[in-house]
């Protein structure tokens, strides 16, 4: 099956997208983190932040699964301890070589405008936390394979749950989330979303 097929098929096909071809960068993304926050793998550009004791293999994981989503980008990726004990990590995907600074914050305003995508979450005890999503650009497929990316990592850490919450008003995202079969509402509004693993 041809990778655009893929991209634009239902999670199930892009999970399993997503992981085989994860597993193979896995093991080169966990000897590259911890040499230098600066490298690439596959065909980008990372800059990674770690906060103190994070797992090399969660940081590897992301790192991983990110190099299938995106092709010939600078992306940024920081790995953070929040509070109640959980690792927040964010995502930043920049067209352009940007220079990605240690307090998640860009260089420039000229970075800024380079933004492609961008992504929050949070892993606690036993969920995945998702805080935000964006893509600038719309039915590229990058929004499915990063669900399919979380979905993954939770699964592979155990976790029981990714949970979610929607603005009251964005009905494109919770068409979105519904078309993917990425969870259900738990309240009348579809405001609170949750995935069991």
Excluded: C
């Excluded at 550009?45 to 590897?60: G, L, M, W």
């Excluded at 260089?107 to 935000?132: A, K």
Aim: no cysteine.
């Amino acid at each position: 099956m041809a990778i655009s097929a893929i991209k634009h098929g239902p999670l199930t096909e892009r999970k399993e997208f997503v992981s085989r071809r994860a597993s193979l960068l896995r093991q080169e993304a966990e000897r590259l983190v911890g040499r230098s926050n600066n490298f690439s793998l596959g065909r980008n550009h990372f800059t990674v932040y770690t906060a103190p004791q994070t797992d090399r293999k969660i940081v590897a994981e992301v790192i991983s699964q990110l190099t299938i989503i995106f092709q010939d980008k600078f992306i940024g990726v920081w790995f953070e301890r929040r509070p109640a004990d959980r690792l927040g990590i964010v995502v930043k995907v920049s067209e352009v070589k940007a220079r990605y600074l240690p307090d998640r914050f860009i260089n420039s305003e000229r970075d800024l405008r380079y933004l492609v995508f961008t992504l929050d979450f949070e892993i606690g005890n036993d969920h995945l936390l998702l805080n935000w999503i964006h893509s600038q650009t719309k039915r590229k497929g990058r929004g499915g394979l990063s669900l399919a990316m979380l979905h993954n990592l939770a699964q592979a850490l155990n976790l029981k749950k990714i949970v979610f919450l929607v603005d009251t008003y964005n009905e494109d995202a919770k068409a979105f989330y519904l078309h993917m079969k990425f969870g259900l509402p738990l309240d009348k509004e579809r405001t609170q979303w949750q995935v069991k693993l």
